[in-house]
């Protein structure tokens, strides 16, 4: 008799196996220097009541810095699916407290992460097949597990662009 695979797990541990093992480990030691530098002239960052970015984006797109994109995994990856999906608090780009230090922005982070982990680990298949709802404008109709996947590749690709920039930071 074969066992159906258990699919809320395999698709947890896709992001929580590089979370723990790749991306996160690649953050410690973050200076704040590091966090908010800028590789070249123009750089999309965070300030105090803000993040840089522009609806359409213009051409080219800005390089964005370290900060810039933890911001956007804590409130646009994160927490804010984390509040529509798994009763997190309410979060949007208009209204987050930005990070202007590395360890705050890694504590948001960790928070937010775990706070999506969580959420991820309670869907069950019935879970994963649901739509995603309103929240998520055209892809209401979308299955969770959809979400999920975005998400994931969310993380693993901005992971991947935050560690080149430390790379490139220690190399200038």
């Known amino acids: 008799m074969t066992t159906a695979p258990d699919y809320p797990a395999l698709l947890h541990e896709q992001l929580d196996w590089h979370w723990q093992y790749q991306a996160r ?3 410690d030691g973050l200076t ?4 908010l530098w800028e590789p070249v002239p123009g750089c ?7 993040v840089d970015f522009e609806h359409p984006a213009p051409e080219p797109t800005p390089v964005t810095t370290i900060a810039w994109r933890v911001a956007h995994l804590v409130v646009g990856v994160l927490a804010m699916r984390s ?3 798994f009763g997190g608090p309410s979060a949007s780009y208009e209204t987050w407290d930005y990070a202007l230090t590395a360890k705050e922005a890694l504590a948001q982070l960790d928070e937010e992460y775990a706070r999506w982990s969580a959420g991820v680990r ?7 097949a649901r739509p995603c709802g309103p929240a998520e404008g055209p892809f209401a109709d979308v299955p ?3 979400l999920v996947l975005h998400i994931n590749r969310e ?11 430390r790379d490139l930071y220690a190399h200038r």
Do not use: F, K, N, Q
């Open 25 to 27: 480990p690649r953050l």
């Open 32 to 35: 704040d220097e590091e966090y």
């Open 44 to 50: 999309w960052s965070v300030h105090p009541d803000h």
């Open 83 to 85: 509040a529509s999906h």
């Open 122 to 128: 309670t869907l069950g298949d019935d879970g994963l």
């Open 144 to 146: 969770m597990a959809a």
């Open 155 to 165: 993380m693993i690709h901005h992971s991947a662009e935050i560690a080149l920039l």
